[in-house]
């Protein structure tokens, strides 16, 4: 069965970065876009970036352009690159997987993703 499995999250002063890594199996990984989503306590979970099946695309949300990356390798992990962390970037992250076919860019709404994993902790503290 499919599985994507997170790591790398932590605790962060403000200013300071972390590596998030998703590890996919079960799925021919270069047939997915990826997406890494957040949520926090009392929020509903929202998009963060997402990243196309060959790499060649990318797409961010406002709040995270300019200090997130998101990258993959061509066997089966996606990473996000976080620089400059804010307190408000506190949440649980989550990847997730969707089978190539539409834009990238469509691809902004947990509904549009069709497996999850379970979620690493960020926190960050000012």
């Known amino acids: 069965q499919v599985q994507l499995v997170e790591s790398g999250g932590g605790l962060v002063q403000a200013g300071g970065s972390l590596r998030l890594s998703c590890a996919a199996s079960?799925?021919?990984?270069?047939?997915?876009?990826m997406g890494w989503f957040r949520q926090a306590p009392g929020k509903e979970r929202e998009f963060v970036a997402a990243?196309?099946?060959?790499?060649?695309?990318t797409y961010y949300a406002d709040s995270v352009k300019g200090r997130f990356t998101i990258s993959r390798d061509n066997v089966k992990t996606v990473y996000l690159q976080m620089n400059s962390l804010k307190p408000e970037d506190t949440a649980v992250y989550y990847c997730a997987a969707d089978l190539r076919g539409s834009s990238l860019y469509t691809k902004s709404s947990v509904k549009d993703y069709d497996f999850w994993g379970q979620g690493t902790q960020v926190t960050v503290s000012s």
């Open positions: 079960g799925l021919t990984f270069s047939w997915y876009d």
């Open positions: 990243i196309s099946w060959s790499g060649g695309s």
